[in-house]
């Protein structure tokens, strides 16, 4: 079995290939900046086909970075090896420029996408969005899990409310096998949103992993509507444990399920760092508040400082009205990241749905916009359209000016 950040980080081994020392400086750089903590092998002269599988060496890298501007024929020659091989390797074709003819020459020989010179971290951020989104169906089909981990950028901002409502809305959406894990140790309030109780929580999962089985797992988890949940702990101790590493977990659910929901307390610390580390997709919740957002900024800096990829952060403006706080446009401005979402404010059948124990009614507002986000993560993780201005607001970009 790979280890949990094989699919988890789009980039956990990769190779890049040419003799061009200029282009592989200026690739360095972004690859240092982007992907922190991957393992990269620069190869400075293109090996021969045939000698191309020890060329790689180790481990079967994630993605292979190919000059095909130094000598066309000669990497397309390797290109076309490594596709006839049949490696779930990703090739990047390095371009001089805008070629059609040499782009789709690269795409026939089985290229996975493009990267332009003058190389950026727009390009960079694109492309790996797309490979990741490759990555579950090229690996491992049904074999793993997809796992989303929902983290709030604040407190009080619906995390946890969209974290349920999401794997119901899955599994209603025609996923066999949901998982839906509370993973706050601290204020988990999974059991009281559904109004269910188990003797087990995540913890003893945990402590019990290395002996996991169907049975045992059954008896840790509570099944309802057709989703399994794992429930944090009832009680807090005096003494909580130091949590470090969920991978025990999700080692075991990523090979039971099809699509795992990560009910996160924040993003801070090394236990939510490896949440989202080992996630295919982050959904960062925020409210269109200046002080939600303000944690926003702040959570997204945090999370780039601790090699989460901005590739596979979804920023959702959660309770979102349009008359009241900051516009989605101007959000994703201010943040320099792309609202995936907004969900709209709709306390009557939300408030409803969390005193009955059930799921929002897919009817509803707020059941409906977010069965859209479970369609866009789900079949493409498309854009949507993009807003009208609120020059209104605009002024207040100063707030944020300090992000990057």
Excluded at 90 to 105: C, E, F, K, S, T
Excluded at 200 to 224: G, I, K, N, P, Y
Excluded at 305 to 315: C, E, S
């Amino acid at each position: 079995m790979q280890n949990r950040d094989s699919r988890a980080d789009v980039l956990r081994r990769g190779v890049v290939i040419s003799p061009n020392s200029r282009m592989v400086r200026e690739l360095a750089v972004l690859l240092e900046s982007h992907l922190v903590g991957s393992s990269i092998n620069f190869i400075s002269s293109y090996p021969s086909p045939r000698d191309i599988g020890a060329a790689l060496g180790g481990p079967s890298p994630q993605l292979v970075f190919l000059d095909l501007a130094s000598d066309p024929e000669r990497a397309l020659q390797l290109l076309a090896e490594m596709v006839r091989l049949g490696s779930p390797v990703q090739v990047l074709a390095l371009l001089p420029g805008n070629d059609p003819d040499l782009m789709l020459r690269c795409l026939r020989a089985g290229a996975a996408d493009f990267l332009l010179e003058p190389f950026t971290a727009e390009q960079l951020d694109t492309v790996l969005a797309k490979i990741a989104r490759m990555q579950p169906a090229a690996e491992a089909g049904a074999d793993a899990a997809r796992i989303i981990a929902v983290m709030p950028a604040k407190g009080a901002s619906g995390a946890t409310t969209i974290a349920c409502n999401l794997a119901f809305y899955w599994k209603r959406m025609g996923a066999n096998r949901v998982l839906l894990a509370d993973l706050d140790p601290l204020t988990g309030t999974l059991s009281f949103l559904l109004k269910i109780k188990s003797v087990f929580s995540f913890l003893d999962a945990l402590q019990r992993a290395h002996e996991l089985d169907a049975d045992l797992w059954r008896a840790m988890v509570t099944t309802v509507n057709g989703v399994d949940v794992l429930l944090a702990p009832e009680l807090i101790t005096d003494n909580p444990p130091e949590l470090n590493d969920p991978s025990p977990i999700l080692e075991y659910a990523r090979r039971a399920y099809d699509v795992i929901i990560l009910d996160a307390g924040n993003v801070y610390g090394d236990w939510n760092l490896n949440q989202a580390r080992a996630a295919q997709e982050v959904l960062l919740i925020t409210t269109n508040e200046l002080p939600s957002l303000q944690a926003a900024q702040r959570a997204l800096s945090y999370m780039d400082a601790n090699r989460v990829g901005r590739w596979k952060i979804r920023l959702l403006v959660n309770r979102y009205q349009r008359e009241v706080g900051l516009s989605r446009e101007v959000i994703g401005t201010a943040l320099h990241t792309e609202v995936f979402d907004a969900i709209p404010s709709d306390y009557e059948a939300v408030q409803k749905a969390l005193m009955e124990g059930k799921p929002v009614p897919a009817n509803s507002a707020f059941g409906k916009s977010l069965t859209q986000v479970v369609e866009r993560l789900g079949v493409r993780g498309g854009r949507s359209g993009t807003e009208k201005k609120g020059s209104s607001l605009s002024g207040l970009l100063g707030l944020f000016s300090k992000t990057k």
